[in-house]
Every structure is written in structure tokens, then in C-alpha cells.
């Protein structure tokens, strides 16, 4: 299961450490915090969730992959154009 995490800062992750620690346990888990205005001190991914990150992060789709998309309108329908081109069919927002 991939995870991609989209805040402003660093402070707004809810459950960072929760998704962090899962990760470190579960090695079919990932997770990808993506963050537009990060500190300095900031060590993963700087700007937004784009084609390109989702392209680096997951791949192509396999055969029967859900992706599960949780935002405003506009950046679910964003989403939703940018997976259906690396062939994920089905895209469920909310």
C-alpha cells in the first residue's frame, strides 16, 4: 500500500509518526509526505503531489488497483486525470 501525504508544513501531518512507525513495520506499506511550504530542516519531498511524483512513487497501475483520493474538488479531479494516465482505471474520491 502506497501513501501519498500532501500538507503545507510539517505541523499539519495528522498522525506522522503513527504512518511513519507503520511503514518501519509493515514492509508493503510506503509512505510519501509531500509538503508546498516546508522548513529547511525538511528532508522528504518539497511541493506538491504532481504526475511526476506519482509517477516515481507508484508506477504503473497493476490489473485491479483501487486508488483512494481524498481533497478538494479540484485537486481530486486533478488526481484523478494524472492516475488515470499511469493506467489506474479504478479512482475513487472523497
Known amino acids: ?5 500532501a500538507n503545507r508544513t510539517e505541523d499539519e501531518i495528522a498522525f506522522r509518526s503513527e504512518l511513519t512507525d507503520l511503514a518501519k513495520l509493515c514492509r508493503s ?4 509526505f509531500a509538503v508546498t ?3 529547511e530542516a525538511w528532508g522528504g519531498h518539497r511541493g506538491r503531489i504532481d504526475l511526476d511524483l506519482l509517477r516515481q512513487q ?3 497501475a497493476a490489473e485491479a488497483t483501487v486508488a483512494l483520493v481524498c481533497g478538494p474538488p479540484e ?4 488526481m484523478r486525470l494524472h492516475l488515470n494516465s499511469l493506467g489506474f482505471t479504478r479512482v ?3
Open 92 to 94: 475513487i474520491c472523497f
Open 1 to 5: 500500500m502506497d501513501i501519498l501525504y
Open 37 to 39: 511550504n516546508p522548513t
Open 75 to 78: 485537486f481530486n479531479e486533478t
Open 29 to 32: 506499506v510506503n509512505v510519501c
Open 58 to 60: 507508484l508506477g504503473d
